[in-house]
């Protein structure tokens, strides 16, 4: 049966804010969270860029509920083995209730540090071995590792959960489907597609748990819902693989005046229909997901909770 989480958006809010929604998700019924993990937001308006690893040990003492990344870029920014070491210490303290979320990245997250960005070929094969190093420090055993992308030396992690920590990997196309397949313990991607569900499942996914997000505008006023969506969230419509090659904010903005409210109406739901909301979330459980997680854009996080309490999660659990 498919379980509704909360996702928390560490661009768009502080971590007061952030642990303020995770106590209210579990209030209305929400039995999982999603938090994201970027360097930058997409644009200046969302405005804010959290260190996500000190925000879900904030979570870890705020609320009960499992937490996962969605997702983490375990490759460029962070070595795997910092990474590796910071979701064990998160499993530790949220006792096991904790998945790795793990994704090839965005340039706008990973070229900090100067690194160039390489294609996608090359990012899944940094990924892949990434995940690979960090399962075997999830053993707690002592790991050295020379591969084509990464060394890892004589090193040991102490804090480590009972049980390895779960990888989930993102993917929003096939050949990224049969990667998440082949390497994952899951899968994650952002849209309803049944086709690439089945992807996963024939190479290699049968049994694993997928994971699916969506944002939605709850607010009385339909248009003015509209309206904040297209200044705080156009980049998710925008086409193809710009996404994960822009590199600043600045960039996302320019190529988001290529988004019209037109197109936000259309993909994003918004407004106070219960009815609206059941159907973009439990399109996701039609097309096969275990766990879909619902993040609410903008201030008006209360109306939210309130709404998805008493009429949205009782509709999608009948």
């Known amino acids: 049966m498919t379980e509704y989480g909360y996702f928390l958006s560490c661009e768009e809010f502080t971590p007061a ?16 969270l999603a938090i994201s993990d970027h360097f930058h937001p997409w644009n200046d308006a969302q405005g804010n860029s959290a260190f996500v ?12 509920l499992p937490v996962t990344t969605l997702v983490t870029c375990p490759t460029v920014r962070l070595h795997p083995a910092v990474t ?12 096991g209730r904790f998945a790795l979320g793990v994704g090839t990245g965005e340039a706008l ?29 999830f053993t707690g055993e002592q790991v050295s590792h020379r591969g084509r992308h990464y060394t ?25 489907a049969e990667l998440a397949g082949r390497i994952g313990d899951g899968f994650v991607t952002m849209t309803p597609d049944a086709d690439l569900v089945a992807a996963f499942r024939e190479h290699g996914g ?7 997000g969506v944002k939605v505008c709850w607010s009385s006023n339909r248009d003015n819902a509209v309206e904040l969506v297209h200044r ?33 109406t259309d993909a994003v739901t918004c407004g106070d229909k219960a009815e609206e909301h059941v159907e973009a979330v439990s399109a996701y459980a039609r097309a096969g997901f275990d766990e879909v997680y619902v993040g609410q854009i903008g201030p008006d996080q209360e109306v939210f909770f309130d709404a ?3 009429l949205v999660l009782p509709a999608l659990r009948t």
């Open 109 to 137: 997250n990973e070229h900090i540090h100067a690194d160039a960005w390489p294609s996608f070929d090359v990012r899944a094969e940094m990924l892949e071995e990434a995940v690979e190093a960090m399962r075997r420090l």
């Open 84 to 95: 590796a070491q910071a979701a064990a210490t998160s499993s530790v303290l949220l006792g």
């Open 17 to 32: 804010e952030l642990i303020d929604q995770a106590r209210r998700a579990q209030e209305a019924g929400f039995t999982r």
């Open 53 to 64: 690893w000190s925000v879900i040990g904030a979570l870890s003492q705020a609320v009960d």
């Open 206 to 212: 049968h049994g694993k748990k997928v994971l699916g």
């Open 152 to 176: 890892v030396d004589n090193a040991r992690l102490y804090t480590t959960p009972d049980q390895p920590v779960p990888v989930y990997v993102s993917a929003f196309g096939p050949k990224a």
């Open 308 to 310: 998805y309490r008493e």
């Open 232 to 264: 705080l969230w156009p980049t998710e419509l925008l086409p193809g693989e710009l996404a994960q090659v822009l590199p600043t904010p600045a960039h996302f903005e320019q190529a988001s005046q290529l988004v019209t409210r037109e197109m936000v």
